[in-house]
């Protein structure tokens, strides 16, 4: 069940990432559906599997899709 969870979310965080871009992690935390510590989860399942950049300054963490997953997404949704 919380595999099932946490695989709804990165999905979702993938589709928020494709369709905005580069995003401070609080941002996607407060916007996502999933409770924060399923929705930080499912950005690690992404980031193992190549799907995310995370990058991190004094101000914020932010999260992006990596090149080739977005173009998976302006291919999917041309």
């Known amino acids: 069940m919380l595999k099932m969870a946490i695989g709804n979310a990165a999905g979702e965080i ?42 991190s300054d004094a101000k914020a963490t932010h999260v992006y899709l990596t090149e080739a997953e977005a173009k998976k997404y302006k291919a999917s949704n041309a």
């Open 14 to 55: 993938w589709t928020f990432l494709g369709k905005n871009g580069k995003t401070s992690l609080a941002k996607i935390l407060g916007e996502s559906k999933s409770k924060p510590e399923i929705a930080t989860m499912a950005i690690g399942w992404l980031a193992r599997e190549d799907k995310v950049h995370i990058t």
